[in-house]
């Protein structure tokens, strides 16, 4: 039986170029990166009311519809390596796993072994979900390298396309917590005035924007308002250590590449230890002490951890909710930024 259509509606103001436009506008779950979908226009697998549409240059409009035939996955080659993993919860249909830091999710040409789809490979053996063309461990959403915390993978295509159509659909919890630079506050003019920038009851701060790849940095993403996928962030302040630095949990209602850190580091709160967004921001010695100065200027990582997961279960309709504690280097991290105050 040939796979079924992936149906997509290009959103308003389009980019002018098919290509272009089908990988903004493609749900991220599909993981269809723009080269593939130029790969499958060439081979004649895009199609606009029902003819093949070839040409990836070819023009296009808001509103129009295109059906993209996806071919059934074909094994990888990717090697399956026993590695350890924290396992919360594992059944015919699904697991949820908790991702160390420093595990990168699938192999690259700088990571060809040692990822987390190396050691589920070795933990399914072979009882596997397709996509991206490959047959792969279905994982739906994705978080960064040296982030750590929760992910759901599918073992099944119900559960497969099931969790992608909650995900497209920002139907899932997901709350991260982060330490940062400085303290969010409503109060403060400076990101009160920050374009994107606003307030939701209890002191919530929503950044809003659009997300794309940078410019002139291919591996960054930056904000944008006319261009790239929408969104949305919302962040809690949970403890701020004097003025110098937060923990902060942030409530994901859409899932973009680097999304936190790049809303973050638009707020002027970098995260504590990111070197791609945070610049050369140092905690204040001052205001918390050189121990915690040294140790927030050490971090190795990026101080962000996946710590909530709940979804519903696409087989059984159960709400299932998750929680990791973050690791032990983020738990340190907040310990020593307590400085004087714990002292």
Do not use: W
């Not at 390596?81 to 015919?92: A, C, G």
């Not at 990101?191 to 950044?207: C, E, H, N, Q």
């Not at 159960?318 to 738990?331: G, K, S, V, W």
């Amino acid at each position: 039986m040939p796979p079924s259509p992936l149906r997509v509606t290009l959103g308003e103001d389009p980019p002018a170029r098919l290509d272009k436009a089908l990988a903004r506008d493609v749900p991220e779950a599909a993981h269809l990166s723009r080269s593939r979908l130029a790969r499958l226009i060439a081979e004649g697998a895009v199609l606009r009311a029902g003819v093949a549409v070839t040409d990836a240059k070819a023009r296009v409009a808001a509103g129009e519809v295109f059906d993209i035939v996806v071919p059934e996955p074909e094994d990888v080659e990717t090697v399956a390596e026993d590695i350890p993993l924290t396992i919360l919860h594992e059944d015919e249909d699904l697991l949820v796993v908790d991702k160390p830091a420093g595990m990168v999710v699938h192999p690259a040409p700088g990571s060809p072994g040692g990822t987390l789809v190396n050691a589920l490979l070795h933990h399914f053996g072979g009882n596997l979900s397709g996509v991206g063309g490959e047959r792969r461990p279905g994982i739906v959403h994705r978080i960064d390298k040296d982030t750590s915390g929760l992910l759901v993978v599918a073992k099944s295509d119900r559960a497969h396309h099931g969790l992608a159509e909650q995900f497209a659909a920002h139907d899932v919890e997901r709350r991260y917590l982060a330490l940062c630079h400085g303290v969010p506050d409503r109060a403060d003019p400076r990101l009160a005035g920050t374009r994107g920038i606003s307030f939701d009851p209890g002191g919530v701060v929503k950044i809003t924007t659009r997300l794309a790849r940078h410019r002139t940095d291919r591996q960054r993403q930056a904000v944008f308002f006319d261009t790239g996928r929408h969104a949305v962030t919302r962040v809690t302040l949970e403890r701020g250590f004097g003025t110098a630095a937060a923990l902060v949990s942030c409530r994901l209602e859409t899932g973009r590449t680097h999304q936190i850190r790049v809303h973050m580091a638009h707020a002027g709160h970098a995260l504590i230890g990111d070197q791609v967004y945070g610049g050369r921001r140092r905690v204040s010695a001052a205001i918390l002490g050189p121990d915690a100065a040294e140790a927030a200027a050490a971090f190795p990582r990026q101080a962000l951890h996946a710590e909530t997961l709940g979804f519903v279960h696409p087989a059984s309709g159960e709400t299932l909710r998750f929680r990791a504690e973050p690791p032990a280097d983020f738990r340190a991290l907040e310990q020593a930024l307590r400085g004087r105050e714990g002292a």
